[in-house]
Structures are given as structure tokens and as C-alpha cells.
């Protein structure tokens, strides 16, 4: 089975956003996927992600309530196939922490980077997951590719 861990700095915004999202729709498009999610920052590990985030996610149909952030570990890049970052700050910290080993990092969105919504308001949330839907999507067609 193919393993997805989605990362982001904080694991309480955009990478469960992610998550969920990609959850939801590999399961539509019947695809056998494993998802996760986890933050390069320890800052709120063990908390559910954020309530503008949650409430979002909820308003297109994504169930984020149960999520809690955990921080990235070396071991992620042995356990998952593909390690996609919301942003470059991301992509460059997952850089740093590889070592050299496992799995090599990517943006999720290829060429585009999920801004950081942490300090704006609702409507930057809603922003992050019509990013998901659209790069979920992307991955969707690769994987039915890829079957
Ligand atoms: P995320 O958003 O990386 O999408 O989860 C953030 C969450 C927390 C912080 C920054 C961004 N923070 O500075 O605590």
C-alpha cells in the first residue's frame, strides 16, 4: 500500500487539512492509500488542529475534529513513500532532517507552495482547502496511473 505523510510547520493548519482531504478523497476514487500528517515544529504537539481549520475543512466535507499534531521523525523517511511539504520553509527543513535516507521531500503542490493561514483569517482557511482539493486531485490521477 502507498504511504502519504503530508507535513507542514505546526500540524494544527494546513497539513491536516490535507490530510483529511486526501483521506476522503482516495476513498471516493476507492484507492488504498495510508495518510498521515505531522509538523517540522514541535509547538503543538497533541493538539487537534485549529478550530478555523476544523470548522473549514467541515464546510467542504472533511472531518478533521479527531486529528492531533505530532512532529516529524527520522523514521517517517523509512515508513512513507512520498513526504509532501505545504511550503519551501517546510521543504527545507524535511531537506535537513533526511540525512540522506529514505524517502526525498517534495512540494505538494509541485511548483506552488500552501501559504501559511495561521495569521490570517477564515477565508485564507478556505483558501487551504481548495489547495488541497486541487492537489489531492493531482495525486488521485497519479496513483490511478500508477495501479
Ligand atoms: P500550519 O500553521 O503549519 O499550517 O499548521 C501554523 C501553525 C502554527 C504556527 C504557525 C503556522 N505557529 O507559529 O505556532
Known amino acids: 500500500m502507498t504511504r502519504i505523510l503530508f507535513v507542514c510547520l505546526g500540524n494544527i493548519c494546513r497539513s491536516p487539512t490535507l490530510e483529511a482531504v486526501a483521506r476522503g478523497e482516495f476513498a471516493r476514487a476507492g484507492l488504498e492509500v495510508e495518510v498521515d ?5 514541535g509547538y503543538h504537539v497533541g ?8 470548522a473549514a475543512g467541515a464546510a467542504q466535507g472533511y472531518d478533521l475534529s479527531t486529528l492531533r499534531a505530532r512532529q516529524i521523525e527520522i523514521a517517517d523517511f523509512m515508513r512513507f513513500d512520498h513526504i509532501l511539504a505545504a511550503d519551501r520553509a517546510n521543504l527545507r527543513d524535511l531537506q535537513a ?3 540522506g535516507r529514505g524517502s526525498v521531500p517534495a ?17 485564507d482557511f478556505d483558501r487551504v482547502v481548495e489547495l488541497a482539493r486541487e492537489g489531492v486531485a493531482r495525486l488521485v490521477a497519479r496513483l490511478r496511473g500508477h495501479a
Open 107 to 123: 512540494l505538494f503542490l509541485g511548483d506552488a507552495e500552501v501559504p501559511d493561514p495561521y495569521y490570517g483569517q477564515r477565508r
Open 37 to 41: 500528517s505531522a509538523g517540522t515544529a
Open 97 to 99: 532532517l533526511r540525512a
Open 47 to 54: 493538539q487537534p488542529p485549529d478550530p478555523r481549520a476544523i
